[in-house]
């Protein structure tokens, strides 16, 4: 038995309790929140949380403190060099030093007064729901579920909290900037019966997408190989064909049919209608910004677009030097691709939702956002 085999057993062994550990990561003792409204915006008023993560496998090795510092880069060196002097950072439950090497099956735990990030004070339209589903308009901003800087401020707990939903399951989700429909099953019964829907060909997604320039043709298809640029950074882009002397990067198929709604001459974007034929991460994103129209709004690959090209026309980039665009900060990888280093209220809308949703029976539809909504044409 090769060591790479055995690395795979001993990583599908943990994952069971890796899984349970960070989906589970509650404050101490769960209480109603205390939301603050603000300027537009929802607020979480300070509470204490615990969070607890197990040693990932490409963790294995290294010490405690370059963990902390390269993998959550939510918080700064010197709030984890107080959390140490105070004893909030432990291992298995025992404190550790900076310096500690971490092995597999390590237990990770931070204890902080948490402060989430702020989300839109946008109201949360249930547009169906019957013994089985709820289904809901999502703001953007919001998250769906518990995870990093949310946790009250989540889509799961707005439901359980403001509309009085508990024990909800995800189905269909969307990530926190993109707004639309979302749909949740009541019981794992339903869930289960969902899920069998998820590789019949009766699902069908459309989604509203603004973005860059005019586009002249009224329908067209993009269809290529989607890849990881970072994992880290949850970067992707795409290419038409499979390059022959790459044979370690995983090229995955892809495939959305498009459709010109309209136009605004003045503002100069394009409101597209995106029928989603393969579920590939950020697809429609990596789709548009490859014909050179990408989201108005996308901060990630709108970023990667305008400065990769800018800087295509030059050489002797320094690689890993940072780099300010447009106020963002980005940086050049070894492999000379462009990574903006974005996140938190950096970027909370992306000018992207999903419009429609069908899968057996169901049907579902929202209004147009507002973004998407076109000025009447001029009466001649």
């Known amino acids: 038995i090769n060591a790479e085999y055995m690395g795979y057993m001993v990583e599908k062994k943990m994952a069971g309790k890796r899984k349970a550990v960070e989906e589970d990561t509650p404050p ?6 205390e939301y603050i409204f603000k300027d537009g915006y929802r607020f979480v008023k300070e509470y204490t949380h615990k969070f ?38 432990t291992v298995n439950g025992a404190k550790r030093e900076k310096s500690y090497q971490l092995i597999d099956g390590d237990l990770i735990e931070h204890t902080l007064a948490r402060n989430e990030r702020r989300v839109f004070h946008r109201p949360i339209h249930i547009i169906y729901e019957d013994e089985k589903f709820v289904v809901v308009n999502k703001p953007s901003s919001i998250p769906v579920h518990p995870c990093g800087a949310f946790y009250y401020n989540s889509l799961s707990k707005l439901l359980e909290y403001e509309l009085k939903y508990k024990n909800l399951l995800m189905g269909h989700r969307l990530d926190r900037q993109t707004s639309g429909i979302c749909l949740f099953s009541k019981s794992k019964q339903a869930a289960h019966d969902y899920s069998q829907n998820l590789t019949d060909e009766s699902i069908h997604k459309v989604y509203l997408a603004r973005v ?47 459709k010109v709604v309209g136009y605004d001459e003045k503002a100069d974007f394009t409101i597209l209608k995106c029928y989603l034929k393969t579920g590939r991460t950020h697809q429609i994103r990596i789709h548009v910004k490859s014909i050179g129209h990408p989201i108005e709004n996308d ?14 026309e030059k050489s002797g980039i320094e690689k ?54 076109l000025p009447p044409s001029p009466v001649v």
């Open 28 to 33: 101490q003792e769960e209480s109603m929140p």
């Open 320 to 373: 890993e030097k940072p780099i300010i665009y447009k106020d963002i900060s980005c940086r050049i990888n070894p492999q000379g691709r462009v990574i903006p280093d974005v996140c938190g209220d950096d970027f909370e809308e992306l000018y992207l939702h999903a419009y429609k949703y069908k899968f057996g029976k169901y049907k579902f539809k929202t209004p147009y956002p507002d973004w998407a909504i």
């Open 299 to 312: 901060k990630i690959y709108r970023t990667i677009y305008e400065l990769e090209k800018s800087l295509s």
């Open 52 to 89: 607890k993560v197990f040693t990932k496998r490409r963790w294995i090795g290294m010490k405690l403190w370059d963990v902390l510092l390269s993998e959550f880069k939510l918080y700064s060196k010197e709030h984890f060099e107080e959390a140490f002097s105070k004893g909030n950072i």
């Open 212 to 258: 860059m320039g005019k586009i002249t043709e009224k329908e067209f298809e993009i269809k290529n190989k989607i890849y990881v640029v970072s994992a880290k950074d949850a970067i992707h882009d795409c290419t038409a064909a499979t390059p022959e002397n790459d044979k370690d990067t995983a090229y995955r198929d892809s495939l959305t049919l498009f």
